[in-house]
Every structure is written in structure tokens, then in C-alpha cells.
């Protein structure tokens, strides 16, 4: 079994910055994937950035230019490092670790953006 773990969430002003992590206990293969998500009550869970056990990442048109996804394997840890912050970016953000057929997710870490 996998715990994850989120951290960094709040509330912040319109154009200012927020540094999520997650740190990943348990059961971890070497190989994974790690990743952040995001949903609103009224939108699906959506995809922001992933990274994986090797540095590949990938992000969301909405994230790039603006966050950073990154981790730290030997820690188990990843993080996203989030930029130039807009209203639209309110929701509650999760962290999810894949590896196979199998997936995690943490609890969720709620991100305020006022205008």
C-alpha cells in the first residue's frame, strides 16, 4: 500500500506563487510515474503535470510556461512549484503516484487564488 501525502495548498493573491509536495510512503516501485491533478466541483478531475521516475514530464496547456513539476526520488517526493497564480487556478490539487496498473492518490490540498 502507497500513502501520499500533500502539503503547500492556501490562499494567495492573483499573480503570486504556491509550492505544493507530496512525499510517498509505503510501498513504492522504482519505477513510477508521480503527478499532479486538480478538480473544481463543477469540472472533472483534470491532469496539471506529470514527471516521471526519470525527469520525463508533462503538463497541462493551462500549466505550462507557468508551473514546474519535480522531484526528489531518493525522498520520494514531488513537487510543483506554481507561478503567476490566476483565479481560474482555484481548486483542490492532488498528488498521484502510478506504477503498472496500479494508482495512489493523496487526499487533496486546497488552492486559492483571490482576484
Known amino acids: 500500500q502507497v500513502r501520499l501525502v500533500e502539503s503547500g495548498g492556501g490562499l494567495v493573491q492573483a499573480g503570486g506563487s504556491l509550492r505544493l509536495s507530496c512525499v510517498a510512503s509505503?510501498?513504492?516501485?522504482?519505477?513510477?510515474?508521480m503527478g499532479w491533478y486538480r478538480q473544481t466541483q463543477a469540472n472533472q478531475r483534470e491532469v496539471v503535470a506529470t514527471?516521471?521516475?526519470?525527469?520525463?514530464?508533462d503538463y497541462a496547456d493551462s500549466a505550462k510556461g507557468r508551473f514546474t513539476i519535480s522531484r526528489d526520488n531518493a525522498k520520494n517526493t514531488v513537487f510543483l512549484q506554481m507561478n503567476s497564480l490566476k483565479p481560474e487556478d482555484t481548486a483542490v490539487y492532488y498528488c498521484?503516484?502510478?506504477?503498472?496498473?496500479?494508482?495512489?492518490w493523496g487526499q487533496g490540498t486546497q488552492v486559492t487564488v483571490s482576484s
Open positions: 509505503g510501498t513504492i516501485f522504482r519505477l513510477n510515474t
Open positions: 514527471i516521471t521516475t526519470g525527469g520525463s514530464t
Open positions: 498521484n503516484l502510478r506504477s503498472g496498473p496500479l494508482g495512489y
